[in-house]
């Protein structure tokens, strides 16, 4: 019984370990690309930083343009991601400050992420679009 | 009894175990994760005779019973074959891939004679808290052997980010099955509710994970492991 309940803390924990680091390594590699103003326009994104609770309504956006089929799964785990972000700076902004600034900057990379992600789903319409309008000519 | 969510998780699960393997082989990663793709084939047969056994025999029968267990150990002896490859590929410019090919072969047959051993030990009541004690701890080793290669790729600055991918999604199945058998262990009763779900839904996380590792990442991409960890000011 006491195996078994040191397994299951210890497991628990390094399987959150684990999935934090997967989701800032997808995370990490959207970090450099740039937004194209036309996503900026789109979005309402002014400044070069995109705002922690700008997540949600990205989100709603990536999900009007049409579905890719490879970026479903990197947009759930960031969404999952982002729901325990969450969760964490609500319970941390009272306890621990330093944990509650780091919450938010991790939020902001999974907006700046679904940003991306609206950028890639945009032209990938236009060029769906591009491609019916020739395949009518 | 098995409800048509089940069966969707088993169709989903085989179908992209599939793409896994048709994915890496179309990006020409064959040759360099041959284990992970045998392990992705060889976890789409097991789903196949999982379901011929469910028609034959039924769900309740001691050959289901029997096969799920087995099958799982053996998945989970071939997977240390995989983090065996992945040791290899972290360490493959210090030049130590004996000695990581005899810990290995070590590894292999002490966590075979093991589980024999236990096997033999219990076969008069080999009962359904036996296999899941033992899957338990052979997926507690798994997490473990996992962690130790996730030091060594912090150490020794690894940047590969297919790699770190692989890893750490590894990472995440062992230790939310590990976790999952624990909590079965300790809640029995948890079983016929809440943690049924849990292992096929991880069984899926692995090749989904996986399959968009391969898709997406290639071979020549680089991230700074520093990147990744968690600091707080």
Not at chain 2, 67 to 88: N, P, Q
Not at chain 2, 100 to 113: D, E, N, S, Y
Request: proline share 3%; hydrophobic share 50%.
């Amino acid at each position: 019984m006491m195996i078994a309940a040191l397994i299951c803390v210890l497991s628990l924990a390094t399987c959150l370990q684990f999935f934090v680091l997967y989701c800032r390594s997808i995370l990490a590699s959207t970090r450099k690309i740039e937004l194209s103003s036309r996503v900026r326009e789109v979005a309402g994104i002014a400044s070069q930083t995109v705002g922690a609770d700008d997540f949600q309504r990205l989100l709603q956006l990536v999900r009007l343009c049409p579905e890719r089929a490879d970026d479903q799964a990197e947009i759930r785990a960031v969404g999952t991601y982002y729901g325990l972000l969450y969760f964490v700076g609500l319970l941390m902004r009272p306890l621990i400050p330093s944990v509650a600034a780091w919450v938010e900057q991790e939020r902001k990379s999974c907006s700046y992420f679904a940003a991306v992600a609206l950028d890639r789903r945009i032209s990938y319409s236009r060029d769906l679009f591009s491609q019916q309008i020739a395949d009518r000519l | 009894m098995l409800g048509p969510f089940d069966y969707a998780l088993w169709s989903i699960g085989f179908l992209v175990e599939i793409g896994v393997v048709v994915c890496a082989v179309h990006r020409k990663a064959l040759r360099r994760y041959l284990p992970l793709l045998f392990y992705m084939l060889c976890d789409a047969f097991v789903t196949l005779g999982l379901y011929y056994c469910l028609r034959n025999f039924g769900f309740n029968s001691p050959t289901y019973f029997y096969y799920y267990y087995y099958t799982e150990s053996v998945l989970t002896i071939l997977m240390f074959w995989v983090i065996i490859t992945f040791y290899l590929q972290v360490f493959e410019e210090m030049g130590v891939s004996r000695q990581i090919q005899a810990a290995a072969v070590l590894l292999l047959a002490g966590t075979a004679l093991f589980s024999y051993a236990v096997v033999h030990q219990n076969r008069s009541h080999l009962t359904s808290r036996f296999v899941v004690e033992l899957n338990q701890n052979l997926y507690f080793v798994g997490v473990v052997l996992t962690y130790l290669l996730w030091g060594a790729i912090l150490k020794l600055r690894e940047t590969r980010t297919r790699l770190i991918q692989l890893v750490l999604a590894l990472g995440v199945y062992f230790s939310a099955t590990a976790g999952t058998y624990a909590l079965r262990n300790l809640f029995p009763g948890l079983q016929p509710f809440v943690l049924r779900w849990v292992p096929p839904l991880v069984g899926l996380w692995l090749p989904l994970a996986w399959g968009y590792t391969f898709a997406k990442v290639p071979e020549d991409a680089r991230l700074a492991t520093a990147r990744l960890a968690v600091k707080t000011r």
